[in-house]
């Protein structure tokens, strides 16, 4: 049988002990139900050998009957009584033996002689109710005192039957018990055993030990499992200090490519020229790669050609690996590095080389839109300068030029009060153009910080009360966020030119400047001078109100809102707003 056979690939281990469970259980049911069948016949048994013992006093009370004369009914009656229990006790399964072959012949025999002696003999006579004779009254009750000796050796045989078994079920559940103990170490304990022994061998830093494989399917998988965890163990205790080198070996390039890349991001993204950035980036990497030397080459794509940038190290020997210099998909040169046989880069390098290459790219693209933004600055403040001289210097030369040709014709008319008042016209007209150069000159050196800023308003003011005359009030409130250095300089301009107009043009007693720092940044200027109409400024040439374009320019420079108000006799009120969702915080 499969399930004691020990095969691995027979029963699992919880089909075994399912299985063992169902016999178990039937054999157990089976001797219950065999045994409640003997101790039912055993307890039949008994009633039937008591009415087999009370045939014999039967017959004698109707051999008395007849022989007293006793109403023939009531021997009739006991006939059939008689005749009734001699039918329970022959015709009972309870007085055969639970075997049949154990049955002796003899006991048929018995059985037949007492029903054809009571048929032929003792019946016949009680019918015609006489009294048999004594010998056929003897015979007869020795039958049944035989019948009744029957009887009791078949029920001792069931009782032997019964004790038998009892003694057997006792023995089947010592010898299942003791089955049950050698089976469950079998499958379970010794199992585990050869697990606790293999874990405790481990434990002691024997790696590689090996346990015999199971043939429970179960604890098979186990032990294998268990098998490959130890070799597994061995093999990465044996390479352990090869792995641990390795480990270190690529921890250590990892940390030479980490500090390299480090290195040359932060170098790079130093104030270089193109050309710098190339040879300061060469000079980096080659010794990290054991390369002879190398080459920058940058894209001139107005000239179409490219032109060495750098140049380090041999260039003329070794292999060569090509390298595209990238910045958002727009490739702006080739790094080319030489190596000697041997020492060209691998795979991991050359992921590194790229991502390099790549940073060079950034701070050549970075380079050059600095130098773009610089060009443009530099556009945009020729331009506001240009503005400022052609509102200032440019209109004060020409009121010069007319009043010398004004002095000139007055000399060659002899008019000498007009000559006088000519030289005062240029006198003034020389003293204004002064101011005017001396007033864009402080704007271009002007150079704010945050902490200069209210210092930078406060000078700006009491330099334009020594200047004019004219008192100002000044109102600040700064909870707000702190603006940018650009911010700071635009609003000083726009502050400077409204000043620069109120002196020129405003003729105004009073002026007032109220800055709120709040959310938004608000800067109103107010005086109390003539006002314009805007509406006849429009449509005047445009150099002859150009400070209000300046003022819009640098306005918008700074995301800014400029709203200018006048009325003629009622003054003017300039108010920049600066939106909190458009700063920028320094």
């Keep these: 049988m499969r399930l004691f056979s020990g095969s691995s690939d027979g029963l699992s281990l919880s089909s075994r002990l399912k299985l063992l469970t169902f016999l178990w259980v039937s054999s157990a049911f089976l001797s219950i139900v065999f045994t409640l069948l003997l101790s039912w016949r055993l307890e039949n048994a008994a009633k039937t050998i008591e009415d087999a013992g009370s045939l014999k006093m039967q017959v004698y009370r109707l051999a008395y009957m007849a022989s007293v004369r006793t109403p023939n009914a009531q021997i009739d009656n006991q006939i059939k009584e008689f005749e009734r229990t001699l039918a329970n006790v022959t015709q009972s399964d309870a007085i055969h033996p639970l075997i049949p072959s154990q049955m002796p012949l003899a006991y048929d025999l018995i059985q037949s002689m007492l029903l054809i002696d009571w048929e032929s003999n003792i019946k016949p006579s009680l019918q015609h109710y006489e009294r048999p004779t004594q010998i056929g009254l003897y015979r007869f009750a020795g039958n049944i005192e035989l019948f009744l000796q029957a009887m009791e050796n078949a029920n001792e045989q069931n009782t032997l039957w019964l004790r038998r078994f009892q003694m057997a079920m006792m023995l089947m559940i010592v010898v299942a018990a003791g089955l049950m103990i050698v089976w469950h170490y079998s499958w379970i304990i010794r199992p585990l055993e050869k697990l606790r022994d293999g874990v405790e061998t481990i434990s002691k830093g024997h790696f590689g030990v090996q346990i015999e494989t199971d043939q429970i399917r179960e604890f098979a998988q186990v032990s294998k499992g268990f098998n490959q965890m130890s070799r597994r163990l061995h093999t990465l205790y044996t390479d352990l200090e090869g792995q641990v080198a390795k480990q270190t070996q690529d921890l250590a390039r990892q940390n030479r490519d980490l500090t390299l890349l480090y290195q040359t991001t932060r170098n790079l993204h130093q104030t270089f020229t193109p050309q710098q950035a190339a040879e300061e980036f060469l000079t980096q990497i080659l010794p990290a790669f054991s390369a002879l030397g190398g080459t920058v080459y940058l894209s001139d794509e107005e000239r179409k050609r490219s032109d060495l940038a750098a140049s380090v190290g041999e260039t003329e020997e070794g292999n060569r690996v090509e390298f595209p210099i990238v910045y958002q998909d727009e490739q702006l ?93 240029i006198k003034d007209g020389v003293q204004e153009c002064y101011e005017d150069v001396r007033e864009l000159l402080m704007n271009f050196r002007t150079k704010i910080s945050n902490k200069d800023f209210p210092e930078a308003v406060e000078s700006l003011l009491a330099r334009f009360e020594r200047q004019t005359g004219i008192p100002v009030d000044l109102k600040w409130q700064d909870d707000g966020q702190a603006l940018n250095y650009d911010e700071h300089l635009q609003i000083i301009f726009i502050l400077q030119e409204s000043l620069s107009n109120i002196r020129k043009h405003a003729r105004a007693q009073h002026v007032s400047v109220e800055i709120a720092n709040h959310g938004d940044f608000v800067m109103t200027i107010r005086d109390d001078g003539a006002g314009f109409n805007k509406e006849h400024l429009s449509n005047r040439p445009s150099g002859e109100h150009v400070g209000l374009g300046i003022m819009q320019e640098r306005a918008q420079r700074i995301n800014a809102e400029l709203a200018i108000t006048s009325q003629i006799g009622q003054g003017t009120v300039v108010m920049l707003t600066l939106p909190q969702q458009m700063r920028t915080a320094s």
């Design 333 to 425: 040169g080739i790094l080319t590095l030489y190596f000697s046989d041997g020492h060209m880069p691998d795979e991991q390098d050359e992921k590194l080389l790229h991502t390099l290459s790549g940073q060079l790219g950034i701070s050549i693209a970075n380079n050059r839109m600095e130098q773009e933004r610089r060009l443009l600055a530099v556009l945009q403040e020729r331009n506001l300068i240009a503005q400022g001289l052609h509102d200032s210097i440019a209109q004060a030369l020409t009121f010069l030029n007319l009043q010398v040709q004004m002095l000139e014709s007055a000399f060659a008319s002899d008019q000498r009060e007009q000559a006088e008042e000519n030289i005062g016209f």
